[in-house]
């Protein structure tokens, strides 16, 4: 499950002690070297003042300045993945106890809903489904074909490295230098033909054009996923929570199950994506399908953003 939100607030406190331990290492380091270059240059109890001497203390404070300003910016960026994860953390698990039953846990968002004007349906399906427009599949096949020169190149530099290895004298290469051209070799000639294959396969169907998005019907709402993946279908009564949150420019709708998250964007028509309806109606029938989530599962849209939490959760619907 991918999808969820905040899943790996862990990793991102574990780098976040990483990258201030390193910040403070690194700092401590810069101090001492440039202090005991400070000595070095004779400025001691006995030294007298003079323009050369006040030139390399000049010198070795712009060092200090230029060294240590980096290493602030570091360990400031460390606190804020410190931060970042804290609020993940209490994120991820309010997320849990409203998934379990308990949709306080989450504040309701400003979502305009009425289940009264859902749609009926009557055996047919509601469906949002985006698709690349020609524009935007002719961008992708041009990523496409600048990496594969670059991809090549690689290659091309992983064959000659093993060459090398290979036809060198064992004598003039230590163990070290020879394991760092095997791993060379292995990451040039394995790992960069799979990241190339990886990212083709990921984002085939955007070349193709396949449409993505939800359908909605009696029994409840599909996921066609915009990248390589399966479809699913999540049923209406094993919907548990449905979020709200903002996604770039626009906003994003989660429903949650048990074992399947459903997500899609509010994104309208545009220059490269398609929905075969007009602005006006892709709003309407985005409304309908809000609407419709809310009269089949009887729950509120929830959401942790400040800007989309209702301020008075009393009110109405």
Known sequence: MWAFPDRFWWAQRVWGVLVVLGALGSLVWLVIKVLGLFNFAGFGTG???????LVIAVLFVVALVVGVLPLLGMFAQGIGYLWGSSLGRDRFHRRLLAIQGNQEAMPRATIK???????????????????????????????YLVFVPIFAAWAGLGIYTAYALITSNPAQLSLLVRGGLLALVVSLLIGAPLLFTGMFVFFLPRILGKPYGVIADAAGILYRPEHIGRRRLLRWEEVCLFEVEPKEDAVAFRLYGRDAIVWWRNQPPSKTISLGLTREEFEQRHQALLDLIVARTGLLPRTFDEKLKLADASSGV
Do not use: F, H, M, Y
Not at 47 to 53: A, C, G, K, N, T
Not at 118 to 143: F, H, K, N, Q, Y
């Open 113 to 143: 809903v009425d289940p009264g004007n859902a749609p009926r349906l009557s055996g047919g399906s509601l469906e949002l489904l985006w698709r690349g427009t020609g524009s935007s599949r002719l961008i992708w096949i041009i990523i």
């Open 47 to 53: 030294w007298q003042i003079s323009i050369p001497l």
